[in-house]
């Protein structure tokens, strides 16, 4: 079943489109991310969904009903904002039971309700206390906590985490998948990092400048990107952009050269249309993809810039003759450090191609 549908989403501010036509349908019990760079709409699309903002074009349905005019409190859902905003005079158990209290629900009932939501994000022991006797994190639960006691159809999250610091916004988000485990909601969830993205969403919904750039599975995106700009944002570090001219086309491959390498020639496979001799593509290659020397594949020589050594992983920042920075990645590398220059090779089945409009070529 369909949980939300959107059908032509458009908003504009006065004159200014910011949501230029949206087509999305999101099942029930999904987790759906959109995920895109500050200021391309993720905000807007999701204000729309909860009715803090109007339509200006298109149709919204929520649970196979027709939303745009209907009131925020009587469309199922529930949102927790990135600035919690709790009522600093109330304790966390009158914060949680806040909105069921104005909905005129019986005291029991809201008791019960606030109990069990306080079982699911453990916050059981901090019922008595008020918000600034409360963590960053303790908080933010707190504000979910609210969201869950009015048991709504579809969660919708607007970067809840992002004023927590690395390591409670990576607790966070491992709280956040299991309570979506638990509940077994829809939920649409807002951020601009691509990790949080990838580690949470069923769906990722990438968008850019208003519009839907790609919908699909985490490793859908990471493998198989339909443009350059979902190739580039999802992953990190980046993949790496080349660009590079078409010199052989045929028979399954075309044959580049890539700018200011001299003779390097990669022969990359596709299987649609193959581009023409002369023309200028980018070759996509993600970091993990490069390989020492002597591996097969076609050989590159670049100097190094910078090496990072995390352990398990290490990134290689290195500089292509023709100026182009990239990243190289290394499991379990003791060295490399102090080289100046290093080979590697670029396995071309792994290697993505895209047009000159950035449309991805395969
Ligand atoms: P995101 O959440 O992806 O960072 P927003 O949805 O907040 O982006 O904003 C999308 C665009 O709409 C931005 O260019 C922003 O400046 C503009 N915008 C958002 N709200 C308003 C508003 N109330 N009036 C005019 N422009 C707005
Ligand atoms: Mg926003």
């Known amino acids: 079943m369909s949980s939300l549908k959107l059908t032509g989403v458009r908003k504009s501010y006065g004159s200014v489109e910011v949501i230029k036509g949206v087509d999305l349908e999101i099942r029930s019990k999904e987790f759906v991310v959109f995920v895109g760079p500050s200021g391309c709409g993720k905000s807007t699309l999701l204000r729309m969904i ?98 869950i006691v009015r048991n709504p159809e579809v969660f919708l999250f607007d970067e809840p985490l992002s004023n927590l610091d690395a390591e409670l916004r990576v607790h966070m988000r491992i709280e956040i998948a299991r309570l979506h485990k638990e509940l077994k909601t829809t939920i649409v969830y807002v951020t601009h990092d691509q990790v949080e993205a990838m580690t949470l969403a069923d769906t990722i919904v990438v968008l850019r400048d208003g519009l839907i750039e790609q919908v699909g599975r985490p490793l859908e995106l990471y493998d198989d990107p339909a443009n350059v700009f979902v190739a580039g944002f999802i992953g990190s570090p980046k993949m790496n952009l080349m660009e590079a001219t078409v010199t052989a086309a045929g028979n399954g491959a075309v044959t580049l050269e890539l700018t200011h390498q001299g003779k390097t020639q990669v022969s990359v496979p596709v299987g649609g249309s193959v581009p023409a001799v002369g023309q200028k593509v980018t070759l996509g290659v993600r970091p993990e993809h490069f390989a020492l020397e002597g591996s097969g594949g076609t050989e590159m020589t670049v100097n190094v810039d910078v090496v990072e050594h995390l352990g398990a992983t290490s990134y290689i920042y290195a500089n292509t003759k023709s100026g182009e920075q990239i990243i190289i990645e290394r499991q379990e590398s003791r060295q490399e450090d102090d080289r100046d220059a290093i080979t590697v090779s670029i396995d071309p089945t792994k290697a993505f191609l895209f047009d000159g409009k950035g449309q991805r070529i395969r």
């Not at 009715?51 to 349905?61: V, Y």
């Not at 409190?73 to 529930?78: P, T, W």
């Not at 809201?110 to 079982?119: H, N, W």
Request: proline letters at 4%; a positive charge; glycine letters at 10%.
């Open 50 to 147: 909860a009715g803090l903002e109007h339509i200006t074009a298109g149709e919204l349905e929520i649970g196979g009903k027709r939303m745009n005019d209907v009131d925020p409190s009587k469309r199922g859902i529930a949102m927790v904002f990135q600035s919690y905003a709790l009522y600093p005079h109330m304790s966390v158990r009158e914060n949680m039971g806040f909105a069921l209290r104005f909905a005129g629900v019986a005291k029991a009932q809201i008791a019960r309700q606030v109990e069990e939501a306080a079982r699911i994000l453990a916050l059981e022991p901090l019922l008595e206390r008020i918000p600034k006797e409360l963590s960053g994190g303790q908080r933010q639960r707190v504000a979910i906590g609210r969201a």
